[in-house]
């Protein structure tokens, strides 16, 4: 994850250290990042399919996204960045945490995947003049220490013409109930503490941001679990997980 808490950078300290304690547990489906495992095939089939219309690429090509450059920003251990290198991109995986980073090099290099990992900031990033083609922000946002200027960081990283997908959590009670309470402390999907409800993030409190900073808005969708079939889908109601996607127009 992305996130110093000095100053008025983004990164929050707290958070950091929270996930390089737990990054040997990157790669373990069955382990404190199950959660995600089991989250990682919604969310790839809708970087996929959104990624392809807008490029014009074929969605069920195994190299649907070569010539493309793509930013993870806040990689943790890798698990976007991987399926994305398999699928033909550029990847650069940024993430505060040095121990993530080089959780995520040795599981690529164990998986013979050529990954640019870094563990650098998006402020750092978008001082470089850094930009992509595509930058997935998941699961990050409501982790840092200054969401708006943490959004401005990522936004200056998407090319004329590229895309950011955002996935988070909304702040509403239905949120806490499920998200935190019900994750964190009843079924212990997470450990706890993983989230905190003050700062989980609204659509809204994306939305301004990152149409201040020049993004437009493509689609939006929530993703729920269902207890039957232990698998996440995608679904109208945002109130608790959601994702949104935003573009730069090709001209500016």
């Not at 964190?184 to 706890?192: A, D, G, I, N, S």
Request: proline share 4%; hydrophobic share 45%; aromatic share 8%.
């Amino acid at each position: 994850m992305d996130g110093t808490s000095t100053g008025t950078g983004t990164v929050d300290a707290g958070e950091v250290a929270r996930f390089s304690a737990l990054a040997a547990e990157w790669w373990n489906p069955a382990g404190k990042f199950r959660p995600l495992h089991k989250f990682n095939p919604v969310r790839l089939a809708y970087i996929k399919e959104q990624v392809s219309a807008h490029f014009g690429r074929d969605d069920r090509a195994a190299d649907a996204f070569t010539g493309l450059r793509f930013l993870d920003i806040g990689c943790g251990g890798g698990l976007l960045c991987e399926p994305m290198a398999r699928l033909g991109a550029t990847v650069v995986g940024a993430d505060a945490s040095a121990t993530n980073i080089e959780v995520a090099r040795l599981h690529a290099a164990e998986s013979g995947l050529d990954i640019d990992y870094r563990a650098t900031t998006a402020e750092d990033l978008a001082g470089a003049g850094e930009t992509f083609d595509v930058v997935l922000n998941m699961e990050v946002v409501e982790h840092v220490a200054d969401v708006p200027l943490y959004l401005d960081a990522c936004a200056r990283l998407v090319k004329p013409g590229g895309l950011m997908f955002v996935a988070t959590i909304n702040r509403t009670l239905k949120a806490y109930a499920l998200a935190i309470v019900g994750a964190e402390y009843v079924l212990r999907w997470l450990p706890k503490g993983t989230h905190t409800y003050d700062k989980l993030v609204t659509p809204a409190e994306l939305e301004g941001p990152l149409t201040a900073a020049g993004l437009e808005v493509r689609d939006r969708c929530g993703v729920s679990f269902n207890p039957l079939s232990d698998t996440w889908n995608r679904s109208r109601d945002m109130d608790v997980n959601y994702m949104m996607l935003f573009s730069r127009d090709a001209e500016r």
